[in-house]
């Protein structure tokens, strides 16, 4: 069974780069057809699918996040990274990593359209 967890600061400050931390264990990110994704839920926006970095390391990012967002990885510690650089009062949400398997997702209503996601963790954007 797969597994993630988030790690990250739960506050930052405006103009800040917020940078968040998954650490998969069950299942390695270089596995084939398995895309690692980032997403954040709030309750002015909804569930807000950000981007994924695939298998070989291939990366796609939501238009309207691209100039601020690079997800990376690190293959020895199996770990996927988010960076969002300058951030806004508007990024405050609960963030989470995801995993989906042999399919893409760019837009998600609900957390169970993935098939692994973990428990999230809370980033506030305030001065």
């Known amino acids: 069974q797969v597994q993630l967890q988030e790690s990250g600061p739960g506050l930052v400050k405006p103009s800040q780069t917020l940078s968040l931390t998954c650490t998969v264990s069950?299942?390695?990110?270089?596995?084939?057809?398995?895309?690692w994704n980032w997403i954040r839920q709030s309750p002015e926006k909804g569930l807000e699918w950000i981007g994924y970095i695939d298998y070989n390391g291939h990366t796609w990012y939501r238009p309207s996040l691209e100039s601020r967002v690079a997800i990376s990885r690190d293959t020895s510690k199996n770990q996927i990274t988010l960076q969002l650089l300058s951030v806004a009062p508007e990024d405050t949400a609960v963030y989470y990593c995801?995993?989906?398997?042999?399919?893409?997702?760019?837009?998600?209503?609900?957390?169970?359209?993935?098939?692994?996601w973990g428990q999230g963790t809370r980033v506030t954007v305030t001065s």
């Open positions: 995801a995993l989906t398997k042999g399919r893409l997702v760019i837009s998600a209503h609900r957390l169970d359209e993935f098939d692994s």
């Open positions: 069950g299942a390695s990110i270089t596995a084939s057809e398995y895309y």
